[in-house]
């Protein structure tokens, strides 16, 4: 297999010394608007999410509106889309908004940033993702086995769900998907392809089954498969004798539920990060950043609809108040948690072949969100290696697929280090600090965005006629860097502060200040190996990579 140097010839040569790894990346441009809009889109909703998404939402939140708790949160994630419209624009590279943060600001805050944001990520949505994919993945093998006497359906479930079981599941998907990505941009476009296309089926029998079926039909199915543990009207019993007194509802509820219901539209600027490999970037990124976000909210706002017709409205506040508060009281009546999975094979049962359609749909079809999760993060490895802040050859790429293999091991290994504490220690408790960490790093390159034209006047020409417009001022990409620093500084603080999003850990906080430290530790490191051979890698981040 024939590799690209990672010694290369330098593009950008200042006072004689050759800064950048070599003069071009070494990928291709392979992706055009539709790919771009189907990762982003990937990133924002998956028929996997939907696993126990609604039951831990109206159980913390009874009575409250989601599509319009949905609409009202889509105002700063809007302001943070079209920021990212310009930083994709004016800088479309590999590790996208570390390459804007690092120019902007300077190479600490680019690495030390870009490293906290990847791995909050990373954390949440790969591995808290993956881990969520593995259980809908066991749970439903146990439910289909259990609907139609298969009993060795039911016993793959059953050890799938312990946790050697869930880890060796989660494992193996990493690994598909490390392969996945070594064979380079082409064969990750037609999983693409592929993939979404089972989930759009999946989506179509999901919501066909959810439309077509009323509390009744739930119920009867209910009891009849499962009565024999609890009734449907049981679980409502149980819920109400662990404290559950009713929905409140109202615009009340639905205004507190804002903070819970941001956590559905993250994910859609994460495409930026590949920007240095789609054709038209002009074109590309905006349709993907604003159409991922209107079909996040629409996606979810007509499943959650339909989930609410189909279950009953009461009863999934119940239910959902009874899972998230008291999942001792819920286990002691009930083996299965209520899972979209769960409710999809009791509202097809007894058609088999309709509820293997259902369940296969759900689960094949979700495979796009944690690959899309895994991937992407590769590109900053191959980003600061290229700005040889690490070593240069995770920016190695294969000659003839275009992909940064090492950059992949590098994930890859740090996906099965990450899988085995949360399987097997209290890391758990230090995801909860991941969702207040995703949130509130956008702050840092809303500020980049902020001092654009003091720090690079030049560069803002380039940018959308629009988004150099000036109002109160400033360009319109300065005042949108400062809505965004200031928007989620708040969503940070909301989170940070609702015991139901994120409660602060003495763990977590070391991990936080563990990857600063660690980050500031390699940069002065790696400036002072490559200063004693004749180099100042500050050159690097006068100017861009290239493509």
Request: hydrophobic share 55%; glycine share 8%.
């Amino acid at each position: 297999m024939a590799i690209i140097d990672s010694n290369g010839t330098s593009l950008a040569i200042k006072m004689g010394q050759r800064v950048f790894v070599r003069e071009a990346t070494g990928l291709v441009k392979e992706f055009g608007s539709v790919d771009a809009l189907l990762m982003a889109s990937a990133a924002v909703f998956a028929l996997v999410f939907t696993t126990l998404q609604f039951p831990w939402f109206y159980g913390f939140n009874p009575g409250a509106n989601l599509p319009l708790a949905l609409v009202l949160a889509a105002i700063p994630f809007l302001i943070l889309m079209l920021c990212y419209w310009g930083i994709g624009v004016l800088m479309p590279r590999a590790g996208n908004d570390y390459i804007w943060v690092s120019r902007l600001l300077h190479p600490t805050v680019g690495f030390s940033w870009s490293a906290l944001y990847m791995f909050s990520v990373f954390v949440t949505a790969y591995v808290g993702g993956t881990a969520a994919y593995a259980y809908a993945i066991s749970t439903s093998l146990s439910i289909w086995g259990r609907l139609y006497g298969l009993t060795g359906l039911s016993s793959a479930g059953d050890w799938l769900s312990a946790p050697v079981g869930e880890l060796a599941l989660s494992v193996l998907l990493t690994l598909l998907f490390a392969v996945l990505s070594l064979f380079g941009s082409r064969a990750v476009r037609r999983f693409l392809y592929i993939f979404w296309g089972i989930e759009i089926v999946g989506i179509v029998v999901m919501w066909g089954l959810l439309a077509a079926a009323s509390p009744a039909l739930l119920a009867s199915n209910w009891n009849r498969v499962l009565g024999q543990f609890v009734t449907y009207d049981g679980l409502v019993e149980q819920a109400t004798r662990s404290g559950w007194s009713g929905a409140p509802g109202g615009l009340q509820a639905t205004l507190a539920s804002l903070p819970l219901a941001a956590l559905f539209l993250f994910g859609g600027n994460f495409v930026d990060v590949i920007a240095g490999e789609i054709k038209g970037v002009r074109r590309a990124i905006p349709l993907a950043l604003l159409l991922s976000l209107f079909f996040g909210i629409a996606y979810w706002s007509i499943t959650a609809a339909l989930t609410l017709k189909a279950t009953g409205e009461n009863w999934m506040y119940a239910v959902g108040y009874l899972w998230d508060n008291n999942q001792t009281a819920y286990s002691s009546v009930m083996p299965y948690p209520p899972t979209e999975p769960l409710l999809l094979a009791l509202i097809s049962y007894p058609n088999q072949a309709l509820t293997a359609l259902a369940i296969l749909t759900y689960l094949v079809g979700s495979a796009v969100a944690p690959f899309v999760y895994f991937w992407i993060p590769t590109r900053y490895f191959f980003a600061w290696s290229f700005d040889r802040i690490i070593p240069t050859r995770f920016a190695d790429v294969h000659q003839r697929y275009h992909a940064p293999h090492y950059s992949i091991a590098a994930i890859s290994g740090l996906a099965a280090v990450l899988f085995v504490l949360y399987y097997f220690t209290s890391w758990p408790t230090a995801f909860a600090l991941g969702t207040f960490l995703w949130g509130i790093s956008f702050v840092v390159p809303g500020i980049a965005a902020l001092l654009l034209p003091l720090r690079r006047p030049g560069l803002l020409e380039g940018a959308p006629g629009f988004l150099r417009r000036r109002l109160l001022g400033m360009p319109l990409l300065s005042l949108l860097g400062l809505l965004t620093a200031l928007s989620f500084a708040y969503l940070g603080y909301v989170a940070i502060t609702n015991p139901l999003i994120s409660t602060p850990t003495t763990l977590g906080v070391a991990v936080v200040i563990g990857i600063i430290l660690i980050t500031l530790a390699i940069y002065f490191r790696s400036r002072a190996y490559h200063a004693r051979r004749g180099l100042d890698i500050n050159l690097i981040f006068r100017e861009l990579p290239p493509e």
